[in-house]
T-cell receptor
Framework: AQSVAQPEDQVNVAEGNPLTVKCTYS??????LFWYVQYPNRGLQFLLK??????LVKGSYGFEAEFNKSQTSFHLKKPSALVSDSALYFC?????????????FGAGTRLAVHP | GAVVSQHPSWVICKSGTSVKIECRSL??????MFWYRQFPKQSLMLMAT?????????EQGVEKDKFLINHASLTLSTLTVTSAHPEDSSFYIC??????????FGPGTRLTVL
């Protein structure tokens, strides 16, 4: 069965410092991996995805994520955090097309960037 | 471009009434529609998967007679919460999948049951 783990409920970081939001996954076959961001009282916004190819994926707002197959991880990173990055971040996994392609979301990690 | 719209964006209703949430795909055909709900400060939990013209597949623990899903066309899916109770208050999100296997998120519907 597919599953996603986000081990941290909250990540605190000072503005200008690098940030990492962790995600590990479990899925049969090669995974499709996603990161989404949610601001208060809003829907989810797509940040980036990994399907195949280069392990380092670049996405919106300066975010990037690195796919590590051996560690089954897909951590979200940003070199320099902004206060406006403060939000709820969700990692999600999906089985490849041809299988049951529902998205399974992690529990979410709240990112707080302090001035 | 392709988007998914949801209506209403928010609704407040009395306990015991039914509420219908519409999810429309614009500029693409949603062959599959996923319905999720999100309780405050929690993650998105899949409720059901619907394919156009067939019965929805519900996740374990989701009552199919309470959450009626209809996917009558490739551009419209509806979720009806029947006899709503305060514990049904949640944020409901639909996700449409296109023929090219791209997924589009609806903006969500916040349901509050008094």
């Amino acid at each position: 069965a597919q599953s996603v783990a986000q081990p941290e409920d909250q990540v605190n970081v000072a503005e200008g410092n690098p940030l990492t939001v962790k995600c590990t996954y479990s899925v049969s076959g090669n995974p499709y991996l996603f990161w989404y961001v949610q601001y208060p009282n809003r829907g989810l916004q797509f940040l980036l995805k990994y399907i195949t190819g280069d392990n380092l994926v670049k996405g919106s707002y300066g975010f990037e994520a690195e796919f590590n197959k051996s560690q089954t991880s897909f951590h979200l990173k940003k070199p320099s955090a902004l206060v406006s990055d403060s939000a709820l971040y969700f990692c999600a996994v999906r089985a490849p097309r041809g299988g049951y392609n529902k998205l399974i979301f992690g529990a979410g990690t709240r990112l707080a960037v302090h001035p | 471009g392709a988007v998914v719209s949801q209506h209403p964006s928010w609704v407040i209703c009395k306990s015991g009434t039914s509420v219908k949430i519409e999810c429309r795909s614009l500029d693409f055909q949603a062959t599959t529609m996923f319905w999720y709900r999100q309780f405050p400060k929690q993650s998105l939990m899949l409720m059901a998967t619907s394919n156009e013209g067939s019965k929805a597949t519900y996740e374990q623990g989701v009552e199919k007679d309470k959450f009626l899903i209809n996917h009558a066309s490739l551009t419209l899916s509806t979720l009806t919460v029947t006899s709503a109770h305060p514990e049904d208050s949640s944020f409901y999100i639909c996700i449409g999948t296109s023929r090219t296997d791209t997924q589009y998120f609806g903006p969500g519907t916040r349901l509050t049951v008094l």
